[in-house]
């Protein structure tokens, strides 16, 4: 197994153990345990950079790393934007429910649609879009502010800027899908199908 992909596994068993710190820190208003949870958040955000650039640098691109990589993203910033939305706690005030929604929206839509693309076509190819690594390094710092538990007022246009940002990815990547079911044969009629039948 390569470097970056252990890397990239090493992230992805760092999300339980913060899941664990911010529940303990919402429940028991103890300090120590926010200040985990944050560490490993800004250290699991920073190795996915870390991974892609030891990919890129060694030659070490993998089919597994392609798959594991956007996974680690989407599972760590799922957990944390869940947990942080959550009412019902005196301690870190939460996130709003409709930046949560519109993140978990674009997701959910962005996942269905290259699925269905790569079962009725035979293979998506996810390009990397600037507006999608712009949406995604401000929900890491959406979280971070979060859990860095600072007023509101310096919050919300953040908030808006993400959610913006998402959208816009997510429409990127709509078009994106949509042209690559264009260009893909099994999109068209076939010449037997229109064939008159006697």
């Known amino acids: ?3 970056a992909n252990q890397v990239t596994i090493a992230r992805i068993l760092l999300i339980p153990v913060f899941v664990v710190e911010v ?3 919402r429940h ?3 300090e120590t345990h926010r200040w985990i949870a944050l560490t490993l958040f800004l250290v699991a955000s920073v190795s996915d950079g870390i991974d892609g650039w030891i990919a890129r640098r060694f030659n070490q691109r993998t089919r597994l790393g392609a798959v594991l ?3 680690a ?3 760590l910033l799922a957990s944390a934007l869940i947990l942080l939305s959550l009412p019902g706690f005196q301690r870190l005030q939460p996130l709003p429910f409709w930046l949560i929604a519109i993140i978990l929206s674009r997701e959910v839509i962005t996942f269905l649609g290259f699925a269905a693309i790569h079962f009725s076509c035979g293979q998506a190819r996810v390009q990397p879009q ?5 949406a995604t390094v401000l929900q890491m710092v959406v979280v971070t502010v979060a859990l860095m538990d600072l007023a509101a007022r310096w919050r919300f246009g953040l908030e808006i800027t993400t959610a913006i940002a998402t959208g816009l990815s997510g429409i990127a990547y709509s078009v994106d899908g949509l042209k690559q079911l264009a260009a893909s044969p099994d999109a068209n009629p076939r010449p037997e199908d229109n064939a008159p039948r006697s």
């Not at 600037?130 to 712009?134: A, E, P, Q, R, Y």
Request: charged share 20%; net charge neutral.
């Open 73 to 75: 993203d989407k599972l």
């Open 28 to 30: 028991s208003g103890v």
């Open 69 to 71: 990589d956007p996974l």
């Open 1 to 3: 197994m390569t470097l």
């Open 23 to 25: 529940l303990y820190y």
């Open 130 to 134: 600037f507006v999608g690594k712009l």
